[in-house]
């Protein structure tokens, strides 16, 4: 069977918490050059994107977007659903950054959604954003990406997730227009179809500690005071501070919120190094 999708391998080398932004995490996908060169054949000319704006279906063409924050919407263009015996698992997903909760259809969109909450960059996310509907090779066709992300100066990063890289040859299709169409908008695009394991991972355990956290006994700034000595073992970090049961859940709080540093791409333990720095998130 011939593959319309390519998993290209994650980068290597360190992850450093502080610094991560969505690139140093994903495996991207690959389209195949015989969809991406079927679709750039094709005129965006009649293609446009469907949002939802208080209620009303908002339609923009393709060629009239403009570099920029999207029109502001009240929600997904599509519903989120629950019944017995689907095969996805949707949920709604909360995010530290936005104050609010996101759905998601999947497993794989709720962990795109807990990495985006992490790493730099990220100012406003909306799940199903718009419908795309276009025309490629006589065939009028339509997807709802999965993500769209608003970083802190208006730039838009719209993403989908398709796992592994699965998917039929319409699939395809539909993701290489997202991509021309995003780039024609003047925005970014990635197909995301998996991720760096360890450092994903170490990113999950974080997450059990990103809510606000009470620190009557001032742990906080004892750790920070320590580590700023240099580098030190997790351990041992926790330690200089006479309660270490207590600091590490504070460790992981300062970790997620960047007021600390390790190397997401080594399992998280007591053996690992901590690094201080200087600022925070």
Same mark, same amino acid.
């Given at each position: 069977?011939?593959?319309?999708?390519?998993?290209?391998?994650?980068?290597?080398?360190?992850?450093?918490?502080?610094?991560?932004?969505?690139?140093?995490?994903?495996?991207?996908?690959?389209?195949?050059?015989?969809?991406?060169?079927?679709?750039?054949?094709?005129?965006?000319?009649?293609?446009?994107?469907?949002?939802?704006?208080?209620?009303?279906?908002?339609?923009?063409?393709?060629?009239?977007?403009?570099?920029?924050?999207?029109?502001?919407?009240?929600?997904?263009?599509?519903?989120?659903?629950?019944?017995?015996?689907?095969?996805?698992?949707?949920?709604?997903?909360?995010?530290?950054?936005?104050?609010?909760?996101?759905?998601?259809?999947?497993?794989?969109?709720?962990?795109?959604?807990?990495?985006?909450?992490?790493?730099?960059?990220?100012?406003?996310?909306?799940?199903?954003?718009?419908?795309?509907?276009?025309?490629?090779?006589?065939?009028?066709?339509?997807?709802?990406?999965?993500?769209?992300?608003?970083?802190?100066?208006?730039?838009?990063?719209?993403?989908?997730?398709? #796992?592994?890289?699965?998917? @039929?040859? /319409?699939?395809?299709?539909?993701?290489? !227009?997202? &991509? $021309? %169409?995003?780039?024609?908008?003047?925005?970014?695009?990635?197909?995301?179809?998996?991720?760096?394991?360890?450092?994903?991972?170490?990113?999950?355990?974080?997450?059990?500690?990103?809510?606000?956290?009470?620190?009557?006994?001032?742990?906080?700034?004892?750790?920070?005071?320590?580590?700023?000595?240099? #580098?030190?073992?997790?351990? @041992?970090? /926790?330690?200089?501070?006479?309660?270490? !049961?207590? &600091? $590490? %859940?504070?460790?992981?709080?300062?970790?997620?919120?960047?007021?600390?540093?390790?190397?997401?791409?080594?399992?998280?333990?007591?053996?690992?190094?901590?690094?201080?720095?200087?600022?925070?998130?």
């Amino acid at each position: 069977m011939e593959s319309w999708l390519r998993v290209e391998p994650s980068a290597t080398g360190p992850v450093w918490s502080h610094l991560v932004v969505l690139g140093d995490m994903v495996a991207p996908c690959v389209i195949a050059q015989e969809i991406e060169a079927e679709v750039a054949a094709a005129s965006v000319r009649g293609w446009s994107t469907r949002w939802s704006a208080a209620g009303a279906e908002v339609v923009i063409p393709v060629s009239a977007h403009a570099p920029g924050p999207p029109p502001p919407t009240t929600g997904p263009v599509r519903q989120f659903s629950w019944r017995p015996g689907q095969r996805h698992r949707p949920g709604l997903g909360y995010s530290t950054l936005t104050g609010r909760l996101h759905g998601f259809e999947s497993l794989a969109e709720r962990r795109l959604l807990l990495v985006l909450d992490f790493v730099a960059g990220a100012g406003e996310i909306l799940s199903q954003p718009f419908t795309l509907r276009f025309t490629v090779s006589g065939h009028r066709m339509e997807h709802v990406p999965d993500f769209a992300v608003i970083d802190d100066g208006g730039s838009v990063l719209v993403v989908d997730v398709r #796992p592994g890289g699965r998917g @039929q040859r /319409a699939d395809a299709v539909k993701f290489a !227009a997202t &991509a $021309r %169409a995003t780039t024609a908008a003047g925005w970014a695009y990635v197909l995301v179809a998996g991720w760096r394991p360890r450092a994903v991972e170490t990113v999950e355990v974080l997450a059990g500690r990103r809510r606000a956290m009470q620190d009557p006994l001032g742990c906080q700034e004892l750790l920070l005071a320590a580590a700023e000595a240099g #580098p030190m073992r997790l351990a @041992q970090l /926790a330690a200089t501070t006479g309660m270490p !049961a207590v &600091a $590490r %859940a504070h460790l992981l709080h300062l970790l997620w919120y960047r007021r600390l540093a390790v190397d997401l791409d080594d399992v998280l333990g007591d053996a690992s190094w901590v690094h201080p720095v200087r600022g925070g998130r």
